[in-house]
T-cell receptor, first 117, second 110 residues
Framework: DSGVTQTPKHLITATGQRVTLRCSPRSGDLSVYWYQQSLDQGLQFLIQYYNGEERAKGNILERFSAQQFPDLHSELNLSSLELGDSALYFC????????????????FGEGSWLTVV | GIQVEQSPPDLILQEGANSTLRCNFSDSVNNLQWFHQNPWGQLINLFYIPSGTKQNGRLSATTVATERYSLLYISSSQTTDSGVYFCAVYRGSTLGRLYFGRGTQLTVWP
């Protein structure tokens, strides 16, 4: 158990709908990351937050948005869903955004499986 | 972005066999991690290894940053080792975007 909690674990929804994925980082971690894993694209970085502020943005579609709340949990909102958005969405956390060290590395949650039908 | 290539893409072994997985990256990186994704989809940290060699039980990893590659060595394979092994690199000096390879799918048969 990495300590990163994601809900829901599985979600099936229809095209055009909107869903929210939730993430609670490890205790004490201030930085949160979202990744998408699909068969064709592999593991892709979406976005990073640190202590409530957006820190880095990757291949995140305009239909997707995220935020990190004062209690440090994060939500990823996916709207106008398309069949191609079906994927495993990971949240990850790290203590800080500072230099990567053995004590400051990224740990992944179990993921949220999203199926769009 | 950085290109991360892993080989082989697929590996089938019998229990007890040894294997070496390779990760090549296209640019200088400051840090590298190996992950194991089990059949249930969980991504598990194996090693944080920017350079040098580390060992953890039957697994060991070596990164030669100057030559832009890392190796993951699995000895005495067990069925529970099955899954996908990913190499991921950080480009900057601070934590941020991880660039993942496409992974090596390992299947260990009893």
């Amino acid at each position: 158990d990495s300590g990163v909690t994601q809900t829901p674990k599985h979600l099936i929804t229809a095209t055009g709908q909107r869903v929210t994925l939730r993430c609670s980082p490890r205790s004490g971690d201030l930085s949160v990351y979202w990744y998408q894993q699909s068969l064709d694209q592999g593991l892709q970085f979406l976005i990073q937050y640190y202590n409530g502020e957006e820190r880095a943005k990757g291949n995140i579609l305009e239909r997707f948005s995220a935020q990190q709340f004062p209690d440090l949990h994060s939500e990823l909102n996916l709207s106008s869903l398309e069949l191609g958005d079906s994927a495993l969405y990971f949240c990850a956390s790290s203590p800080s955004w500072g230099p990567a060290t053995s004590g400051n590395t990224i740990y992944f949650g179990e993921g949220s499986w999203l199926t769009v039908v | 972005g950085i290109q991360v290539e892993q080989s082989p893409p697929d590996l089938i072994l019998q229990e007890g066999a040894n294997s070496t997985l390779r990760c090549n990256f296209s640019d200088s990186v400051n840090n590298l991690q190996w992950f194991h994704q089990n059949p249930w989809g969980q991504l598990i940290n194996l090693f944080y290894i920017p350079s040098g060699t580390k060992q953890n039980g039957r697994l060991s990893a070596t990164t030669v940053a100057t030559e832009r590659y890392s190796l993951l060595y699995i000895s005495s394979s067990q069925t529970t080792d099955s899954g996908v092994y990913f190499c991921a690199v950080y480009r900057g000096s601070t934590l941020g975007r991880l660039y993942f390879g496409r992974g090596t799918q390992l299947t260990v048969w009893p």
